[in-house]
């Protein structure tokens, strides 16, 4: 699993401990001060002249009018003796820890939302076809079919149990990536996403379940809702933020600014030394114009404030190779930095997160294989290739 930097947090029961603590010791330390300043201010007491000892006029005058030099002389703190100076330094008072921790976020597996290529066992003389039906591309489909026929000559590899594992190695060398995690390791808080791609991929639904995944790993999360031309889409963020316990900005009126609802969602999640501020963005503007003018609002606003530390990028399984039409206009213009791919198990077309990464050179970072809240996890080529040749009941 990868690991994350975050807030390190002090639990309820912990804190009041603390600001008890401190109120305690910043009592202490005034008193100390109080006493010092009364033993300084307290005057030394004048041994009187012995009654039997005789003293002239002129020194019973003296006595009483002492020069100049003898009166300004005054007892200060450094001249008191050493035990009855007072210490400030013996309890010093507490304060809270900001350090940032490493932690990982709760396991989410792909589990059997993937589906397999093969409806039957594997023959390498039909392979090429099924992997163009799974939206590879040409050239990726030659070059793996030609790659396992060379393997299983090598290995000697004939059954269907071998080729199926042969081909698994040769799909997660090609889909893995050293780029595949989350940036959300530099402790540089509030971490800031925006979330891209047009309407119906899934965009609002993933900032959803990507929130919960963090509010599960005890990540102190606020949502910025600057879709602001589509009420539905704010208020379908609304319910995702109280399943997830997230905060939410959402616009003050209809057609708000988007920049200034992003502007307002970073300025929270400072105020409440959030963790990350996930912002999600239209997806119905009309031109590449359009898209990069708002988008570049949007990033300005933001990053007078905080870093941007990820443009994810949503897109819908289903729609096969428009996928990458819609991917390539949006990376032209979005600076995005990963993918989210959604509805994986609603598709045979699992190649087409091979033909986006190889095409764009972009890593797909997160998958959605269902409807359910959890069922949402990292990219991991291992279990990705699994699914893909994996012998399912039935076949």
């Known amino acids: 699993m990868f690991k994350f930097l975050k807030r390190l947090r002090a639990k309820k029961e912990e804190a009041d401990t603390l600001e008890l603590a401190t109120a305690e010791t910043a009592e202490k330390a005034q008193t100390k001060a109080s006493e010092a300043k009364q033993v300084i201010d307290k005057p030394e007491p004048s041994a009187a002249p012995a009654a039997a000892?005789?003293?002239?006029?002129?020194?019973?005058?003296?006595?009483?009018?002492?020069?100049?030099?003898?009166?300004?002389?005054?007892?200060?703190?450094?001249?008191?003796?050493?035990?009855?100076?007072?210490?400030?330094?013996?309890?010093?008072?507490?304060?809270?820890?900001?350090?940032?921790?490493?932690v990982e976020l709760p396991k989410r597996s792909l589990g059997d939302g993937i589906r397999s290529l093969f409806t039957s066992s594997l023959d390498i003389e039909d392979l090429e076809d099924i992997l163009l039906l799974a939206d590879f591309g040409v050239e990726a489909s030659v070059e793996i079919t030609e790659d396992l026929r060379r393997a299983a000559q090598k290995t000697g590899a004939t059954s269907d149990a071998e080729l199926r594992l042969l081909l698994k190695d040769l799909l997660v060398a090609r889909l893995n990536r050293e780029d595949s995690q989350l940036n959300l390791s530099d402790g540089k808080l509030p971490y800031v996403f925006l979330v891209v791609?047009?309407?119906?991929?899934?965009?609002?639904?993933?900032?959803?379940?990507?929130?919960?995944?963090?509010?599960?790993?005890?990540?102190?999360v606020v949502l910025g809702a600057a879709d602001t031309f589509r009420a539905a889409a704010v208020d379908q963020l609304a319910t995702w933020a109280e399943r997830s316990g997230a905060g939410i900005v959402r616009p003050e009126r209809d057609g708000q600014d988007p920049a200034s609802v992003a502007y307002q969602t970073v300025e929270l999640a400072i105020k409440n030394d959030a963790d990350i501020a996930i912002i999600d963005t239209a997806g119905r503007l009309q031109n590449k114009k359009d898209l990069m003018d708002e988008l570049g609002k949007i990033r300005r606003a933001v990053e007078k404030q905080a870093q941007?530390?990820?443009?994810?990028?949503?897109?819908?399984?289903?729609?096969?190779?428009?996928?990458?039409?819609?991917?390539?206009a949006f990376t032209e213009v979005a600076d995005v930095t990963g993918i989210v791919m959604t509805k994986l198990d609603g598709t045979a077309k699992g190649g087409i997160v091979y033909a986006i990464q190889k095409q764009l050179d972009l890593p797909v970072k997160l998958v959605g294989v269902g409807e359910g809240i959890n069922d949402f996890a990292f990219f991991s080529a291992e279990e990705f290739a699994k699914g893909l040749v994996a012998r399912k009941p039935g076949n």
Not at 87 to 98: C, Y
Not at 198 to 219: H, M, P, R, Y
């Open 53 to 102: 000892e005789a003293v002239s006029p002129r020194e019973a005058d003296e006595h009483k009018n002492p020069p100049a030099s003898e009166n300004a002389a005054q007892p200060d703190i450094e001249s008191l003796p050493q035990e009855e100076a007072p210490d400030f330094t013996q309890e010093e008072i507490p304060t809270r820890d900001e350090q940032v921790i490493e």
């Open 308 to 328: 941007i530390n990820e443009v994810l990028l949503v897109i819908d399984a289903t729609t096969g190779q428009n996928a990458i039409s819609q991917a390539k």
């Open 197 to 220: 791609g047009v309407n119906g991929a899934g965009k609002t639904t993933t900032i959803g379940k990507l929130a919960k995944w963090l509010s599960d790993g005890e990540w102190e």
